[in-house]
């Protein structure tokens, strides 16, 4: 247990009183089964829904130091996610998790677009004091990124180079790499 790691995702959802089975939640359930990388999965409907699970998450879970990535589903654009309809930019979310993403890897699925700019990249970094920030250039609903992110996920077991993981993630799926254009921001 000692060195185990886990993954925690938050997904945004219409309405979190609708219990649904979302791709993303059964994918972490194969992932758990395949591969043994346990994972909190919960929904939000609202920022404050965010900022609970966020809370929540920080101050109630004893397992935190065990997170190694924060995994959003949320729909967006490039410098902004969308709860039920309203836009937050990343300096929002990166304010909202002031100092509490140290040595985390905050990753978003291809829900939403990740396209920062340096100067953004490295504020959101710098505010959370993540590891890195990762996610995809395409946003897309039809060509999922919910397999790549399980590979993802899965290289992170073994290595903590995050240089390393991203090339390893680029040699074994280079095409689908390069389709969803696979990025991650971080600190040399």
Not at 56 to 73: G, P, Q, R
Not at 79 to 91: F, G
Request: charged share 25%; proline share 1%; aromatic share 12%.
């Amino acid at each position: 247990m000692e060195n185990e790691k886990f993954i925690f995702c938050l997904e945004a959802v219409k309405d979190t009183t609708k219990e649904t089975i979302t791709e993303v939640f059964s994918n972490l359930q194969q992932l758990a089964a395949s591969q043994g990388i346990d994972s909190i999965y919960q929904t939000c409907d609202t920022i404050e829904g965010f900022e609970d699970s966020m809370n929540a998450l920080l101050y109630d879970d004893h397992n935190f130091k065990n997170y190694e990535i924060i995994y959003l589903v949320m729909p967006g654009q490039e410098n902004s996610i969308c709860i039920n309809n309203y836009y937050y930019s990343m300096e929002e979310i990166a304010e909202l998790l002031d100092g509490k993403m140290k040595g985390k890897i905050v990753h978003f699925s291809n829900a939403k677009a990740l396209d920062l700019t340096p100067e953004e990249a490295q504020y959101f970094l710098d505010v959370t004091r993540a590891k890195a920030i990762s996610g995809y250039g395409e946003a897309s609903i039809a060509n999922s990124s919910s397999g790549l992110d399980r590979v993802f996920f899965s290289l992170f077991e073994d290595e903590d180079d995050v240089e390393e993981i991203v090339e390893e993630l680029h040699r074994k799926h280079y095409t689908l790499c390069k389709l969803l254009d696979f990025r991650m921001y971080y600190n040399l």
